[in-house]
């Protein structure tokens, strides 16, 4: 008797191999990602003040925060698009759909939208009680532990802007360079 394969199958036998990269890998990544959109922040910011001929800071506040929403929009839109970031190159992380293909361009904006649930939590917490930066800073590294530590509720590890957006976080080393602790969905 002969089995057939089918095509989905296949796409979930895929998806099952593939490596979930451990949670202190993947806050590494973040906290290396930070470090490298300063600088594109930076470029950013100096275009559109000398666009919009912004003399202080405070000027043009909103409208440069949208103008950066946009532009960091665009960078990991595209670079998720492509599969990494920079970071996500150097720390051996790609981003996939769930059956492990790569992004469309809605999905990774879709991705993009959602991770903004790192932020948002803590920016509306200091908008209804008009809570000092310090407090916010605190309220802010509080929510991305939390929200880190959530992940562990998920069966492949993934954090849950991931889950529902579609995608999820793989380990792209070969299988031999793997730590014991990788796990595997």
């Known amino acids: 008797m002969s089995t057939v394969t089918t095509s989905s199958d296949a796409s979930s036998d895929a998806a099952a191999a593939l490596r979930t990269p451990s949670l202190p890998r993947r806050m590494a990544c973040w906290l290396y990602e930070g470090m490298l959109l300063f600088g594109v922040v930076f470029i950013a910011g100096y275009l559109f003040s000398a666009l919009t001929q912004t003399r202080h800071a405070l000027d043009n506040r909103h409208a440069q925060q949208a103008f950066l929403f946009v532009v960091l929009g665009i960078y990991f839109t595209w670079f998720w698009h492509k599969g990494q970031t920079l970071a996500m ?83 792209t080393r070969p299988a031999g360079n793997a730590p014991p602790g990788a796990v595997s969905s």
Not at 128 to 152: H, K, M, N, T, Y
């Open 89 to 171: 190159k150097t720390w051996h992380i790609r981003v996939v759909d769930r059956l492990g293909r790569p992004l469309t361009q809605a999905r990774a904006f879709w991705r993009y939208l959602l991770a903004w649930v790192w932020f948002l939590p803590p920016l509306a917490l200091r908008t209804a009680f008009d809570l000092p930066a310090l407090e916010v800073v605190v309220l802010w590294g509080g929510w991305v532990v939390v929200w880190a530590l959530l992940a562990r509720f998920h069966p492949q590890r993934q954090f849950w802007h991931d889950v529902w957006a579609g995608t999820r976080l793989i380990d």
